[in-house]
């Protein structure tokens, strides 16, 4: 008995890390009909998004504890940290810095595929305190 109920137990547990984890299907994640979005790196739509991976490709640059203190039809705003590997003494063997930012997103135009939505085109950041080496205080990317 005492056996079935820890397995239980830990089933339960496994699954709440799951939903923690799945992030976009809370609140913050989910979409209003009227909502400018930002599109992540698999091409979903996000509305206020907790955390934003910059760098599709390796994973290399992301963004996490994001604060929206705006969202609307033409920009975002908001802080969090940019999470940055130093790649030293290669990308594998690295360690990621947090780096303290404020966010713009801004740029909306209207999105085939997007149902219709309009999305975001230009993620801005600015370093409120140290940069990671070689980048600007101020910079932006280009979003799909």
Do not use: E
């Not at 135009?109 to 149902?115: I, S």
């Amino acid at each position: 008995m005492r056996r079935q109920k820890l397995k239980a137990a830990v089933f339960i547990g496994a699954v709440a890390a799951l939903i923690a984890a799945v992030g976009p299907a809370t609140a913050k994640g989910q979409l209003a009909g009227s909502d400018t979005v930002v599109v992540d790196c698999a091409g979903h739509p996000q509305v206020r998004p907790g955390s934003y991976l910059i760098a599709c490709g390796d994973g290399n640059n992301g963004l996490v504890s994001l604060r929206w203190t705006q969202w609307g039809p033409t920009s975002a705003v908001g802080r969090g940290l940019d999470r940055v590997n130093d790649c030293v003494p290669y990308c594998a063997a690295g360690r990621f810095h947090s780096y303290p930012v404020t966010v713009r997103l801004d740029a909306a135009r209207p999105g085939p595929g997007r149902q219709g939505r309009s999305h975001y085109t230009v993620l801005h950041l600015h370093y409120t305190a140290d940069t990671p080496p070689h980048t600007p205080r101020d910079t932006a990317y280009p979003i799909r």
